[in-house]
T-cell receptor, first 114, second 113 residues
């Protein structure tokens, strides 16, 4: 158990819909990262938050947005869903801003868009 | 551009055999390199970390090597077990402006009985 909690574990929805994925980082970790992993693909970095502020963006679509709340949990919002958005979405946390340390991953949220 | 390339893309071996996975990177300036193990449908878990001054590090049956001059790392698995079946991901972090680690695509290892 990494200490990172993601909900929901599984989500099935239809094209055009909007979903919210939630992540609670390890206790004390200030950084939260979101990754997308499509079938048989590598982990694609989406966005990074540190202590409530957005610090880096990767290949995140404009239809996707995220935020980190004062209690440090984070939410990833996916809207106008398309079939290609079906993937595993992982959240990871780390203690600080400079990543000389380890990323602790949650178990992921599996999104299926029909 | 920071990049991490892994080979082979996939590998099938028999239980009890050894194998070596490769990682080449162009991340600069280099901070550290981690190997992660990702079981199917699960989140990745760190196996080892290598810093600039380290050549070899072991974690049980896993041994990682680093050649900072050629920017190459390897992960050697000894006496493989069925539970070693997973994706192994090389992740390189920079000490420069971008603190977002660069992920390789991973090597998918299948261990057959």
């Amino acid at each position: 158990d990494s200490g990172v909690t993601q909900t929901p574990k599984h989500l099935i929805t239809a094209t055009g819909q909007r979903v919210t994925l939630r992540c609670s980082p390890r206790s004390g970790d200030l950084s939260v990262y979101w990754y997308q992993q499509s079938l048989d693909q590598g982990l694609q970095f989406l966005i990074h938050y540190y202590n409530g502020e957005e610090r880096a963006k990767g290949n995140i679509l404009e239809r996707f947005s995220a935020q980190q709340f004062p209690d440090l949990h984070s939410e990833l919002n996916l809207s106008s869903l398309e079939l290609g958005d079906s993937a595993l979405y992982f959240c990871a946390s780390s203690p600080g801003l400079v990543n000389t340390g380890e990323l602790f991953f949650g178990e992921g949220s599996r999104l299926t868009v029909l | 551009k920071n990049q991490v390339e892994q080979s082979p893309q996939s590998l099938i071996i028999l239980e009890g055999k050894n194998c070596t996975l490769q990682c080449n990177y162009t991340v600069s300036p280099f901070s550290n390199l981690r190997w992660y193990k990702q079981d199917t449908g699960r989140g990745p878990v760190s196996l080892t970390i290598m810093t600039f001054s380290e050549n070899t590090k072991s974690n049980g049956r896993y041994t990682a090597t680093l050649d900072a001059d050629t920017k190459q790392s390897s992960l050697h698995i000894t006496a493989s077990q069925l539970s070693d079946s997973a994706s192994y991901i090389c992740v390189v972090s920079s000490s420069g402006g971008s603190y977002i680690p660069t992920f390789g695509r991973g090597t998918s290892l299948i261990v057959h009985p």
